[in-house]
């Protein structure tokens, strides 16, 4: 019986005939070494975390207290007081009309060191002074007058006039409802101020 003698170019062919086979075992070799691989040296994870928080430079908190007194109402009023003296012979008789400016709001020079806080979720959080009469001397002398004057008016009694017409319109201006105009007008103020700041919402407490 003859013998056949195959050469190079009957390999080739056999060889392109089975090219999935070959395509498939070099498949399975590639998977396995790249699992071998991920086995020994596993991917770095990723972890993303979400930072809500606002940070504010000390320079900018402070230059909001740097402000001092915050005015956030202003009530002007008038006030009529009268003296009268009765003597031996005579009486004296004296009466003015006060003006003055009752100035209500917040002096940050009282507010606590922790005044402000930064919260998660983009949260401001303000603990301020409460709402106050910003200047105790608020009638103004060069507005005020005299309607009438009779006799000889002792030092004193300008004094007892002068503090009575300012308590007078302590209790006529620092009235519960102008407190709170006031107070609202804060809390509008320096929500606007914080939310230009970046943040979503401020909180703010009067203590």
């Not at 396995?32 to 900018?60: F, G, W």
Request: with cysteine; aromatic share 14%; proline share 4%.
């Amino acid at each position: 019986m003859k013998q056949r003698k195959y050469g190079w170019s009957h390999f080739f062919f056999s060889l392109m005939r089975y090219w999935w086979l070959v395509a498939i075992a070099g498949g399975a070799v590639a998977i396995a070494v790249t699992y071998k691989s991920c086995q020994t040296n596993p991917p770095a994870q990723l972890t993303v975390v979400k930072n809500t928080r606002i940070d504010l430079t000390p320079e900018q908190v402070q230059s909001v207290r740097n402000i001092g007194e915050w005015e956030f109402m202003s009530v002007s009023t008038e006030e009529f007081v009268e003296w009268h003296r009765q003597r031996t012979f005579g009486s004296d008789h004296l009466v003015r009309i006060y003006s003055g400016t009752l100035r209500l709001g917040i002096d940050m020079a009282k507010a606590d060191t922790n005044w402000f806080t930064s919260l998660p979720d983009s949260v401001a959080q303000l603990r301020l002074p409460r709402i106050a009469l910003l200047d105790a001397n608020f009638i103004d002398e060069a507005r005020t007058r005299s309607f009438y004057q009779k006799g000889t008016v002792p030092p004193e009694a300008y004094e007892k006039m002068y503090a009575q017409a300012q308590s007078a319109m302590k209790r006529r201006c620092l009235t519960p409802k102008n407190l709170k105009t006031a107070e609202n007008n804060a809390v509008e103020h320096f929500t606007r101020i914080f939310k230009s700041f970046g943040f979503k919402k401020v909180e703010i407490e009067f203590k």
